[in-house]
């Protein structure tokens, strides 16, 4: 069995990804919930948003926690990855 110290540099990278690509999602999400959203319910369509992807990320986050650590970070860097290869080709050329 290998040691902790062998998956740091490996669960720090990803965590590193993670990061860039949540902030990144949550930033246009955000922006997106809010401009389409009608000025007298944008306080409410702004909760929804949060509420939802929060409980479902944590959902996700712990049905593939339980399955591993390796899956985990496995689904997160793959994921991650995904988001930002969609935003270099989706997002905005300014």
Do not use: C, K
Not at 34 to 48: D, E, F, V
Not at 58 to 65: G, K, Q, S
Not at 87 to 92: I, S
């Amino acid at each position: 069995m290998r040691g902790l110290g062998e998956h740091v540099p490996g669960v720090a990278a990803v965590a590193v990804l993670y990061t860039l690509g949540e902030i990144l999602y949550t930033g246009s999400g955000t922006a997106l919930v809010a401009a389409s959203a009608p000025p007298h319910l944008l306080g409410r369509a702004l909760a929804r948003w949060e509420l939802s992807s929060g409980v479902g990320r944590a959902a996700v986050l712990t049905a593939l926690l339980a399955s591993g650590p390796g899956l985990l970070w496995g689904a997160l860097a793959v994921t991650t990855a995904v988001g930002a290869l969609a935003m270099l080709r989706l997002g905005p050329t300014e």
